[in-house]
């Protein structure tokens, strides 16, 4: 047996060094901590998610069930989803999701008390057809210009036909339907037809931030994908190589372990660091430049991890100056995690939030705290500086999840750190752990 095990070690030692070699990485890792959230199996492996198939399933059922609840408390007969992430929350229907993101085509009808209808993309309804969170599958009428071309209107009154025939069916004599996203032309299409517009954003935002356990276990496995893309981008950060080779990494770990897409490209370094949103680019690295990056990684199951990292290019040691920002991050996170807890308003935690530094303030970033869940969602809490246009509400849920994002700035570098968290009522459970440059 240990024969057999040591062959195994051995096989895997050969793979991870043809592995480093191939991507022309050194073989020494700079980081033994961040060397761990690499795949123990191997580097050339994708990671393999360890979530029972149960866990995934109550999930589904519980967001459905929730957001059915929603649709009651707003007095609606159903709602109607074409936002890709929602019908991604009501069903767990992926298909085509971000093409689908500016090409109107998929659409869901989940009314309060009947049916779960889904309308895909025709010649894919294979594709969900192992969903028990879809009651009836039906072909998608789209009508796009792209491809109605004249006969737009015969296409948006055949949709518009089909939907108010369902709510006349299943609505139980209820005509209102909230509706996250509508084209005016539909929407008119529908009242003419007698139906009442009902705004579905509250609906499905305030749904979506009501987090079960069994999802907080999903989101838990996307962050460790993310965080071995992150390993990966942490030892790629060498001299040479470019913004645009590094935030691949990212993208390669996250597809090969069954991740969606990255919503951005925020990889950055050195001067090109502040102003903050540059996107990445070919500009290679140099030794002891910072490198600053915002993850915005949608990855398995389709939940977000959201976590953003700052580390010198070579891994040389930070300047005074470096250190001094990102010491002040740090303390911004320690801060205003300490203090939120359930059922504490956003005005209080506004009264009570860390202050950034006066010499900072040109620099910020305009938030403290925002929902992640599917993707970046409600709540959005704004900096102490900024409160003055933020919206009413409370962390009063216990399965609500939000970041902590402190982003502090010098004159000509950016520190970005940033972590997940969810609220508890004993205040707030953190559920990322890749380490910080603290050594």
């Given at each position: ?8 070690r051995?096989s895997?030692?050969v ?7 191939s991507?022309?990485?050194?073989l020494?890792?700079k980081?033994?901590r ?17 979530v029972p198939?149960e ?10 069930s929730?957001l059915r609840?929603?649709v009651?408390?707003?007095?609606c007969a159903a ?5 890709p992430?929602?019908?991604r929350?009501?069903?767990?229907a992926?298909n085509?999701q971000?093409?689908c ?6 659409y ?11 309308f ?7 594709v969900?057809q192992h969903?028990a ?9 789209s009508w ?6 004249e006969?737009l ?9 089909e939907?108010?025939d369902?709510?006349r ?6 005509r209102?339907?909230a509706?996250?996203?509508?084209e005016?032309?539909?929407l008119?299409?529908l ?9 579905g954003?509250?609906?499905?935002e305030?749904?979506?931030?009501r ?5 907080i276990t ?14 990966r981008?942490y030892?790629?950060s060498?001299?040479?190589?470019s913004?645009?080779e590094i ?7 996250n597809?090969?372990s069954?991740g969606d ?6 990889l950055?370094i050195g001067a ?9 680019s070919d500009y ?12 915005d990684?949608?990855?398995p199951?389709?939940y977000?991890?959201?976590l953003s ?6 891994h040389?040691r930070?300047?005074n100056?470096q250190r ?5 991050a ?6 205003n ?7 504490m ?9 860390w202050?950034?530094?006066?010499r900072?303030r040109p620099y ?21 500086t900024?409160?003055?246009?933020a919206?009413?509400?409370?962390f009063?849920r216990?399965?609500?999840?939000l970041?902590?994002e ?13 972590t997940?968290v969810r609220?508890t ?5 953190r559920?990322d752990t890749?380490?910080?440059e603290?050594?």
């Open positions: 047996m240990r024969e057999r095990g040591a062959g195994r051995t895997t030692a793979r991870l060094e043809r592995f480093w070699k991507h022309a990485m050194t020494i890792f980081d033994a961040k060397r761990e959230y690499l795949n123990a199996e191997g580097a050339d492996k994708p990671l393999k998610s360890p198939a866990t995934l399933e109550r999930a589904r059922l519980y967001r459905l929730n609840a929603a009651i408390a707003h007095d709602i109607l989803l074409y936002d992430v929602n019908i929350y009501a069903l767990d992926a085509m971000v093409w993101l500016h090409n109107a085509t998929r869901a009808l989940v009314f309060a008390q009947g049916p779960a209808i889904l895909d993309y025709k010649g894919a309804e294979h969900v969903l969170t879809i009651d009836e599958l039906r072909p998608a009428t796009l210009y792209m491809s109605a071309g006969r209107k015969e296409r948006v009154d055949a949709w518009a036909d939907i108010v369902l709510v069916s299943h609505g139980g004599g209820n209102r339907i509706i996250d996203k509508i005016p032309l539909g008119k299409a009242e003419d037809r007698g139906l009442h517009y009902v705004e954003q509250e609906l499905t305030i749904a979506r931030a987090k079960s356990d069994d999802e999903l989101m838990k496995w996307t962050i460790r994908v993310c965080e071995a893309g992150m390993a981008m030892e790629a060498e001299p040479g190589r913004e645009r935030w691949a990494e990212l993208h390669f770990e597809a090969r069954g897409w990255l919503e951005t490209k925020l950055t090109r660091t502040n102003p903050w949103y540059g996107e990445c290679e690295g140099r030794a002891g430049e910072m490198v600053s990056f915002d993850t990684m949608i990855g199951y389709g977000c991890a959201d990292r700052s580390w010198t290019c070579g040389t930070m300047s100056k001094q920002l990102y010491d002040v740090l303390e911004q996170i320690e801060h995690c300490s203090i939120i807890k359930a059922d308003s956003f005005a209080e935690f506004n009264e009570r939030s202050r950034i530094p006066e900072y910020r970033y305009s938030l403290a705290v925002h929902g992640v869940g599917l993707a970046d969602e409600w709540p959005v809490v704004p900096l102490h900024d409160f003055h246009r919206h009413g509400g409370y009063q216990e399965h609500d999840r970041r902590r402190p982003h502090c700035r010098g004159r000509r570098r950016e520190h970005q750190a940033e997940q609220v009522a004993h205040g707030v459970e559920l890749f380490p910080w603290t050594e």
